[in-house]
């Protein structure tokens, strides 16, 4: 008992705790010695307790329920009493007086705040940094280890993911659209890092970029540029690709030693439509046909307009023969086409494939070549070359 | 005179603490300093000859990971929710803090504050739609911060 009270002693000397003793009316009966230095107000007998505590107003029905349950007691944590933090807490003392305890917690409660305060500020930042990016007209996306960790707004509602943990965020395989074989996040960083790249998502154009984060994260940004790349790239009357473009994807496609074809379509007998129907009768049956031809071909294969009523087709293939079918199926839904304005319309195609010593040059001239004997031989077919 | 404990509750840097600053001592200071616990203020006020204390409760904001102590809100008559205009996620919060402290106190009341309104546009506040217990304040113009006190008052001594 003896040491309890040393020990009490030496605790109350070095003003960890201050107590106040109140009656059962919440008066004021005796105080510790320095119980004033957490208040302006110097606590005086017979006051009630509220005027020097305020923290305890509307707790007194709790503080009357301890005289008549001594077990029971009321704890208040992390009070601001002038440039202290108290825990207060009120207990049963004897049958007409209740204990009130404030703890000096001052020290550790500062330092928990210069913790609250960092954290805080740090989620203040976060959020800020997020209303940013996704302000941002870029699709944004950061990956780690192959997979999508965060994206931002603009990304989320281009793919109509509702939730960024849902696994479908996994199989979303960007890397995928790009005419460049890449098969996973790392390799499509490693190619667009170098340079930027474009990439059609549907009937989307959009430039890709990518940065390193802390070498572990990538990200990357996808501009939209459909618009703007519409007006560059695509023919004002039909809407396929310029010979420019096409020319572009072509030198693409030969250095990446895919394998593809290259079709020339010449309309049979345009002159004749022309004389018959006019010019302006002419220019829509040329739209027309390009829509035909845009319905009936993959969303990876490039269409353009050469000039006049000669076209270009770049097709990507795996086996020769399913190309040539597709080609061949072209001509007989251009040929069964119900044209608007005209009775009907055949076109002869001129195929020819990527050799391994081909350039863009020979690969024209070899498909132009093929067209002349298409012609020859009676128009409204198609012959290949290799 | 008749004493009355409210609470201003809130997610953290919605600006209760300047809410109460600027009420009690009409100052104003936009650097962000973290509450941490409680701290206590006290005004008085007269209504109809009555007189009045009124004890504001400025709680430490929730955070994420950090809830507020339940007894804080024992013996509360009324509440101020506080929200930051500018962050969606905290006007998502404040059906939660009524929620919690119409759970301890079923008879207080509660008045909300779009706080930080200083930041809207009048064309922006316009869209937004305030029932009667509802105030745009801002702390920074003073605006809205009597008001939002001056009606938990009249509906607490109703």
Redesign the interface.
């Known amino acids: 008992m003896k040491n309890i009270q040393a020990i009490l002693n030496i605790v109350l000397k070095k003003d960890i705790f201050e107590y106040i003793l109140i009656d059962k009316y919440f008066k004021i009966v005796n105080t510790s010695s320095n119980i004033n230095k957490y208040s302006k107000e110097i606590p005086q007998m017979g006051v009630e307790i509220f005027d020097y505590l305020p923290e305890l107003v509307g707790l007194e029905e709790e503080m009357e329920n301890i005289f008549t349950h001594k077990e029971e007691t009321y704890f208040l944590e992390s009070i601001c009493k002038e440039e202290y933090y108290v825990n207060i807490s009120i207990d049963y003392y004897d049958e007409n007086n209740l204990l009130i305890l404030l703890h000096d917690i001052t020290n550790i409660t500062i330092t928990s705040q210069k913790l609250l305060q960092y954290s805080n500020e740090s989620i203040l930042i976060n959020n800020t940094l997020e209303k940013i990016l996704n302000n941002q007209n870029a699709l944004l996306f950061c990956t780690y280890e192959n997979k999508i960790l965060y994206s931002n707004a603009q990304f989320i509602n281009y793919f109509c993911i509702e939730n960024m943990i849902d696994k479908d965020v996994e199989n979303l395989k960007i890397y995928q659209y790009m005419d460049e074989p890449c098969h996973d996040y790392d390799t499509l960083f490693e190619y667009v890092n170098k340079k930027e790249e474009y990439l059609r998502i549907n009937n989307d154009m959009f430039i890709v970029q990518a940065t390193s984060l802390n070498c572990s994260h990538n990200l990357f940004t996808l501009t939209k540029v459909t618009k703007l790349s519409n007006e560059i790239q695509r023919d004002l009357l039909t809407g396929a690709y310029k010979k420019t473009y096409f020319d572009s994807m072509v030198i693409k496609k030969i250095k990446q030693k895919d394998n593809f074809v290259l079709v020339v379509l010449d309309f049979d007998d345009f002159k004749v439509i022309n004389d018959t129907y006019g010019h302006q009768v002419g220019d829509i049956v040329l739209q027309e046909f390009s829509v035909v031809v845009n319905d009936n071909i993959r969303k990876q294969d490039i269409f353009a307009r050469w000039g006049g009523e000669e076209f270009l087709l770049l097709l990507k293939y795996q086996n020769i023969e399913d190309v040539m079918q597709q080609i061949e199926d072209l001509r007989d839904i251009i040929e069964n086409h119900t044209f608007a304005h005209i009775k009907g319309l055949t076109v002869s195609l001129g195929v020819a494939s990527r050799e391994d010593n081909d350039d863009i040059h020979t690969l024209l001239q070899k498909a132009d070549q093929a067209l002349y004997e298409a012609k020859k031989i009676g128009k409204n077919k198609v012959v290949f070359r290799k | 005179m008749i ?3 409210i609470l201003l509750l809130g997610d ?2 919605v600006g209760k603490t300047s809410l109460v600053r600027r009420y009690i001592d009409g100052a104003f200071d936009d650097k ?3 509450t ?5 203020a ?1 005004k008085y006020f007269d209504i109809e000859g009555v007189d009045y ?1 009124l ?1 504001i409760w400025d709680i ?2 929730s ?2 990971s ?1 809830k507020i ?1 339940l ?2 809100y ?4 009324g509440a101020i929710c506080v929200a930051d205009i500018t ?1 969606k ?1 905290t006007l998502e919060g404040l059906k939660e803090h009524q929620k919690i402290f119409l759970n301890e106190n079923p008879k207080g009341k509660v008045v909300i504050a779009y706080n930080k309104s200083d930041l809207l546009s009048e064309a922006e506040k316009s869209k937004i739609s305030l029932d009667s217990n509802t105030f745009f304040t801002s702390a920074k113009d003073d605006s809205g911060v009597e008001e939002v006190f001056l009606r938990l008052m009249r509906q607490m001594i109703v």
């Not at chain 2, 941490?36 to 206590?40: A, E, Q, S, T």
């Not at chain 2, 024992?74 to 008559?77: F, H, I, N």
């Open positions: 004493r009355k404990k953290f840097s962000y300093l973290t941490i616990g409680v701290k206590i006290k204390e004890i430490e904001g955070t994420p950090k102590a007894g804080y024992k013996g509360a008559s962050r996620e």
